[in-house]
């Protein structure tokens, strides 16, 4: 039996559920609010917004499950021929007040294609963790997370989408990493030699892992005091997330030219972000510290 | 005899000084800083920024001149055979403090190439406004001041450039224009049976028109009172400047792309913005009223 896309997307629906669940729960005052809507080729979403929580100042957990005629720059952009398409997924980014919070994104995705002469499918997703403070031991948690669920899986998992983490999450023009990473990858299909199904369970474990590993970094920081300096800080380094997402993030290009629901996708924007002219913190400082661990090829697991 | 691209560089940076004392003058207390800095591959800029003026919380009046062998990205765009090329220019950007000042660019720019076939040399630029609440009769003004230089060199330069301009300033996923336009021109060349004195004597006499344009706005509405949801509101429309110029200024594109000085690039972005989930003014509200302005095809000169 192979699962069909309709499994998929009924999972990716309970998965928005519990993780929004989760996250109230931990926040402990904050709700999300539904919105519904429709795409007019096909399909819809439903977008849920947390803001101004306790914890979290904006938060997104948006599911869509989207389908119809390809729109032109997806068959371009996949060099695909023109057919059908389904695509689902879950996608969440969550920036809180504490600037010793880290910021969180998670997306997994399913994507088949059908023309006239083949049909495709495959996963998509990532988690990574953007600090606006980095502290080594925490990053060294995160990554140890991702690490043993990707290793109930391939071995090979990890060390390969760590790497596709730190080439993605990477804003050329500031030559700097977003954030510490986490994982990320594409295109995950049966040349794998895994089955849909195990590859499904592969993407379902790590889906499953955001919610109590982002739960801790709550937990363990929602009373750490701060400064209007290191909030201001954390406002530049929000401008770097806006930076990242609006000039590489293929996800929100996509959506941006294929007409997607703009307001959706633009979630992933913090309420508040700030940019100043040639700012260099000082030598010494926390923040100094910080851009020096925004670099690719860190091996996170040496950090505890 | 023919001007020579030093000839136009020069005056670039001459209006480069111009600009600044204008601004500093109408500023009262702000000054510009200066860096400079070099390109590796030839050339370099004077980059001027003032920060935290009584009137204009951060600006930027750029100087540029650079030279060399063509980038790679630069001939694909251009769709020119490799060869040299020659860049200078001026572009500012000025986000002033009160909400009622609107958020001015300017950017004047002339370009050569040489290949081993052809040689080729145009003008590019264009000067538009961001009101965060749109005056009509300010819009008009504006509006009638382009025209009235554009006309001195010809009848069809201002419809056409402000036609130009409305649909380069266009945030095509928000279906809104940036601001209230203004004129935007690119590859102004010998080929509009004018010659390269005629359109330089064009540009020269646009950007003079910017100093005193927008001093006027400066001065009129320096001493408005606004309140916090003003000013809330002008974060949010600083938030649309910050998406047009990452997802679609070419200048900016271009400028990452091609790692152009970075800090220098993206002085245009705000000292501080916002973005709010699914934003929508209340019913007859002035930011309601200032929503229905940001279209194309408006016809300010009938605005006064």
Known sequence: MTIDKEIIADWFKLLQNDICRQLEQEDGAGKFKEDLW???GGGGGKTRIMKDGQIIEK???NFSA????MPEKISDALQLE???FFATGVSIVIHPHNPYIPIIHMNVRYFETLSSSSSKWWFGGGID???HYVNPAEAGYFHKQLKSVCDQHDQ???PEFKKWADDYFYIRHREETRGIGGVFFDHLNGERNKSKEELFEFVKDLANAFAPTYR???KENRRKAFTEKEKQWQYLRRGRYVEFNLVYDRGTKFGLDTSGRTESILMSLPSTAS?????HPKKGSKEEETLKYLKKGINWLDHD
């Open 38 to 40: 429709e795409r007019p």
């Open 59 to 61: 938060g997104g957990v």
């Open 66 to 69: 989207v389908y119809g005629k």
């Open 82 to 84: 023109n057919g059908e």
């Open 129 to 131: 963790l953007t600090p």
């Open 156 to 158: 090979d998992f990890y």
């Open 216 to 218: 801790r970094f709550m």
């Open 275 to 279: 940019w100043e002219y040639n700012h």
